[in-house]
């Protein structure tokens, strides 16, 4: 017990020193913000396995590092050229390059957004025109409960910033790209994104979190999006840093009425991470799409928890989340769903609440595990939530079938794992993510396969 | 083509073949007719080569070679088809991707060069009409959401696309309506050649009166009891197995 203290008190210290550094800012409403998140963070302390969301998944390995905060930015000596394989090859966007969760100018490369948008560094808006991130920033991922999100939101300090005014379509993606590296201490660094698609509007941003060097690093980040009144907002978040690489980001999207939200996250790097995905359906006719894929082998844990909350009438949400357990690697997946009591308008008749919600798992090895914990609570009628979750291996009347007609073991279960994952990549509606991604999975089940023929 | 001596295979423990005996030459068409639970399509899988049934004695050989000592795959490259009696669904794999990926197994096995997207296109739209299916179908999953009728189309589609030496029908005809029934057989009665060889396994001898054998074995308990030509059939449709599994407990 005596050690969780200490290793809270780290992070306590630091932010101290954080504060040190502010040089009469902390004079800010948003600094008011961060020092109740902090004051939450002592309270709560690190997670244990004793705590209802936390129970499969242990915290200590990151908790025992003794990181060292990243205070600014350093390019680290990133270049452009490092990058590349972490891009979408053919995919014209916007990109916004951070490094250990600073926003790199140089590495950075805009194009033209409509009249009135905009995308870059949230520290730069802090400083410009922090009106503008005020109304929403911090009010959405609850850090109250969550010691991930409220050391996040006490270091709020840089990440990344978009705004899309009301009624404007972005065409282009706006790719955030999140460098962890990994060069000499183990740093700590907490991205704080803020997405904010005004009514009307059309925007795509795909998150990638990335780590070009072997090595511990942990990343701590949290975004929050908010979709105005029948805004369409697609999100994609890809998770591929390295293998020693602590992982834990909070999602949380509050949604207007008549507003379309599709997020899909997909996991496939780092060893330990831990995905908390929440949606708030706030308004009339929402509709809001979960989707996921993990793919995971050696000793890879990954954890996704979501939270649906349906708090107004006539929204829909669906949630697919598929996972690919190899080696002696463990998913988890929780998926509530919440309904809070509410009525009908006079005059509609449609179902209250309609939401499907599913996730299946595939275990290559029986040295896998998967946890899987569907929870619904429904404080009102008239409503369909339905969930279903199954941990199974590949059919072998499926093998015996393709075998049957002259195609070999070894392919045939290739055939079966990637009709699997393409159930859910090819929801992936940006072409150019959607191809990266199916050649990044086709890679690492091939890596498995040939680790699991050598051992 | 096929010889089968004294086959005896076992699943979970429990002994569903005991001691088939069986020689089927190219260009005949073989029926085994037998009540549930006779081994009729233990037989079919076992000579398919599922995992599930495993041979506790007996030989079998096919042209010449140890047909339980090759793998499912092999036996498919060496020219072995079976109908299933439950075609698979296996969502998100689609039709065409599968049968192309068997076929170019097929024929490389057999030195004949691969076929690309086009000219397997071009292949399949042929086979397709002879069970009078739409091109549609080649861009399914393979079997989801297929109707019954469909799904054994469907096998009698893969046969025409793969050309087997050996075609084994695993209870080609249960759910299928009369017309489909003749459309199936129909393809069946196209594909078959001298050079070639069917089984059909059946219940029942309605199949029997489109795709004509030229034997027809009594598979009961296990063993064959009775061979004889096509009007063995039609003695049974009269006079049922019963007689028949009187004799298999004698033996």
């Known amino acids: 017990m005596q050690q969780t203290i200490d290793q809270k008190d780290r992070y306590l210290s630091a932010f101290e020193g954080f504060e040190r550094c502010l040089n009469g800012k902390s004079a800010s409403p948003l600094h008011a913000v961060r020092r109740a998140a902090i004051a939450r963070f002592a309270e709560l302390g690190f997670p244990t396995t004793r705590d209802e969301a936390w129970r499969t998944t242990s915290v200590a390995p990151i908790t025992k590092v003794a990181f060292k905060p990243a205070t600014g930015y350093d390019p680290q000596g990133l270049t452009a050229g490092r990058l590349a394989p972490f891009l979408f090859e053919g995919l014209a966007c916007s990109r916004l390059v951070f490094v250990n969760g600073y926003y790199s100018p140089e590495l950075s490369s805009l194009r033209a957004l409509p009249e009135g948008a905009q995308a870059g560094s949230l520290a730069a808006t802090l400083a410009s025109d922090p009106e503008a991130v005020a109304p929403h920033l911090a009010r959405h991922a609850r850090y109250q409960d969550h010691a991930f999100a409220a050391l996040n939101t006490a270091f709020i300090q840089d990440g990344a910033f978009v705004r899309i005014p009301k009624g404007a379509a972005l065409e282009d993606p706006i790719h955030l790209l ?24 059309r925007a795509t941003v795909i998150e990638s979190y990335v780590g070009p060097d072997q090595g511990v690093s942990f990343t701590n980040g949290v975004t929050e999006v908010v979709a105005g009144e029948n805004a369409v907002v697609g999100h994609y978040k890809v998770q591929r840093e390295a293998r020693e690489a602590f992982h834990v980001a909070t999602f949380h999207a509050h949604q207007g009425r008549g507003s379309k939200l599709s997020t899909q996250s997909i996991s496939l790097g780092g060893g330990l991470v831990r995905n908390d995905v929440a949606v708030t359906l706030d308004g009339e006719d929402a509709e809001a799409a979960l989707n996921g894929f993990y793919l995971a082998d050696g000793r890879q844990h990954v954890d996704n ?127 150019p993510v959607r191809a990266q991604l199916e050649r990044l999975v086709s890679q690492k089940l091939e890596a498995g396969r040939r680790a699991r023929e050598a051992g | 083509m096929l010889e089968i001596k004294n086959l005896h295979a076992k699943v979970e423990d429990k002994e569903i073949l005991r001691g088939v005996d069986l020689r089927v030459n190219a260009g005949e068409i073989h029926a085994i007719m037998g009540p549930n639970g006779s081994g009729k399509s233990t037989l079919a899988q076992v000579l398919a080569g599922h995992g599930a049934y495993e041979v506790t004695a007996g030989e079998v050989t096919y042209e010449g070679k140890d047909l339980l000592d090759m793998a499912p795959e092999e036996r498919a490259r060496e020219g072995i088809f079976m109908a299933f009696q439950y075609p698979v669904e296996i969502p998100g794999v689609n039709s065409a991707y599968f049968l192309r990926a068997g076929l170019n197994e097929v024929r490389r096995h057999r030195g004949m060069e691969e076929l690309d997207a086009m000219d397997f296109l071009a292949l399949a739209k042929e086979k397709l009409k002879l069970v009078e299916m739409d091109e549609g179908f080649l861009r399914r999953p393979v079997n989801e959401g297929f109707s019954g009728g469909e799904k054994k189309r469907n096998e009698i589609f893969q046969m025409a696309v793969l050309e087997p030496r050996l075609a084994i029908l695993d209870e080609t005809d249960s759910g299928l309506d009369i017309d489909a029934l003749k459309i199936v057989a129909d393809g069946v009665n196209r594909l078959h050649t001298p050079d070639n060889a069917v089984i059909v396994v059946t219940h029942y001898q309605r199949l029997l009166n489109y795709i004509v054998p030229d034997y027809v074995h009594v598979l009961v308990k296990g063993r064959i009891v009775r061979s004889g030509g096509k009007e063995l059939a039609l003695a049974l449709e009269e006079k049922g197995y019963e007689g028949f599994e009187i004799e298999a407990v004698k033996a």
Request: charged content about 25%.
């Open chain 1, 178 to 201: 999140f460098v962890s590296t990994a060069r000499g201490d183990a740093i700590a660094s907490h991205p704080r994104s803020l997405i904010v698609a005004e009514a009307g509007s």
């Open chain 1, 305 to 431: 928890h979501t939270w649906i909350e349906h708090v107004q009438p006539y929204c829909t949400s669906r949630e697919l989340y598929k996972g690919i357990l190899d080696g002696e690697s463990k998913g988890v997946f929780r998926g509530r769903i919440f309904v809070h009591p509410m009525a009908h308008r006079a005059g509609r008749g449609q179902l209250l609440v309609d939401a499907i919600q599913s996730n299946p798992n595939l275990l290559l090895s029986d040295r896998a595990e998967v946890s899987t914990r569907p929870q619904l609570e429904i404080y009102a009628d008239d409503v369909r939530c339905t969930h279903g979750a199954t941990v199974g291996q590949l059919d072998e009347n499926a093998i015996f079938y393709l075998r049957s007609r002259g195609i070999g073991l070894e392919e045939a279960r290739q055939v079966l794992i990637k009709a699997f994952a393409d159930e859910v990549l090819n929801l992936i509606q940006v072409e």
